[in-house]
């Protein structure tokens, strides 16, 4: 009688949004992309992935943001897969099944932390060290962010993403909101209008992060560039601001990335649940999400 083998463990993932708490456009280099100089943190909420190991690759979409994916070509988990299978002989790959939390083109870098979670499941199934260069390099060339989301730790981004360092924040309470218009990264950073090869300012010395009140203060020097035109892109963002800014306890508000969601800081979870809970009964068309943010 022939015993069948057991079945694979399914692995599972967090893929936790992230937020550029600050970001400068330092210039365009000579290949296109823009040099920056960012300061990421990661959140509670974020998309869910999971990996079913085997030798073929596939992709099964659950979760309130499926429908915004199922028409697109390539999603970012299969071409980050795929990037890995060129690097890794023998790669074992398998069934992933993304659960799709987070809006799609918002800012928050859910492709990218979707494409980083891939990784880091197949890390795990093939025994591959989160430090083998081989992931770094296919974290890259599936996207700019997706270096940083491999690690989901708040740290210091330049160069157009690949140079990172770690830096540890306060916690902050955090509310997220997107007003469901998506923005298209590259039509941000077009709109800035630099020509390739020109270089436009400096990178800030690192904050001084050990309280909350410090790293605050440093925030409010330090903007996100893309703000300008992603609001000239998305006017809705001029409204999204004023509801934050004036729900109790907000210590900052600013966009993330390159847009559209905003996010607001603070002091604790509380005072940010109570925030998210009047922002969406006043705009029920809006995502809105209460997290915690370090
Ligand atoms: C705006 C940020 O989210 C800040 O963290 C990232 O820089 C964007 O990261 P991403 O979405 O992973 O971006 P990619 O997929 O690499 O690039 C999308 C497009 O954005 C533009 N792009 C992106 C990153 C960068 N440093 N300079 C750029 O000019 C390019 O036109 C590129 O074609
Ligand atoms: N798993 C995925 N999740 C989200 N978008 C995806 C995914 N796979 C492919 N895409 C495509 O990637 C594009 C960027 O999506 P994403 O949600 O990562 O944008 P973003 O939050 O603005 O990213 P960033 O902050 O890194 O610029 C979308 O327009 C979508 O077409």
Redesign the pocket.
């Known amino acids: 009688m022939s015993v069948r083998p057991p079945p694979l463990p399914v692995l599972r993932e967090r893929a936790p949004?992230?937020v550029?708490l600050t970001l400068r456009v330092l210039g365009r280099r000579a290949d296109g992309y823009h040099d920056l100089s960012s300061l990421l943190a990661f959140a509670g909420a974020g998309?869910r992935l999971a990996l079913l190991p085997g030798a073929e690759l596939a992709l099964a979409?659950e979760g309130p943001?499926a429908p915004?994916?199922a028409g697109?070509g390539?999603?970012?988990?299969?071409?980050a897969a795929r990037a890995l299978a060129a690097r890794v002989p023998g790669l074992v790959l398998g069934r992933f099944t993304?659960a799709?939390r987070?809006?799609?083109?918002?800012?928050?870098?859910?492709?990218?932390?979707?494409?980083a979670a891939a990784l880091r499941l197949l890390a795990r199934a093939n025994a591959l060290a989160l430090d083998d260069n081989r992931l770094f390099e296919a974290a890259l060339e599936t996207?700019?962010?997706v270096p940083a989301c491999l690690q989901s730790r708040s740290c210091l981004m330049g160069g157009r993403g690949e140079a990172l360092t770690p830096l540890a924040l306060p916690r902050f309470g955090a509310v997220l909101v997107n007003p469901r218009v998506?923005?298209?990264?590259a039509d941000v950073f077009r709109a800035l209008a630099l020509v390739p090869g020109t270089c436009c300012g400096e990178a800030a010395p690192a904050p001084e992060a050990a309280s909350r009140s410090g790293l605050v203060a440093w925030l409010r020097t330090e903007p996100n560039d893309l703000e300008p035109p992603a609001r000239a892109l998305a006017p809705v963002l001029g409204a999204v601001e004023a509801a934050l800014q004036a729900t109790a306890g907000a210590r900052l508000v600013r966009m993330?990335?390159?847009?559209a969601?905003m996010f607001a800081l603070y002091d604790d979870c509380r005072a940010a649940a109570a925030a998210a809970r009047i922002v969406a009964a006043a705009h029920p068309e809006w995502w809105v999400k209460s997290t915690v943010l370090g």
């Open positions: 949004a992230k550029n998309d979409l943001g915004a994916l697109e390539d999603n970012l988990v299969l071409r993304l799709k987070l809006p799609v083109a918002a800012g928050l870098g859910g492709g990218s932390a979707d494409a996207g700019s962010d998506a923005v298209a990264t993330s990335g390159s847009g969601t």
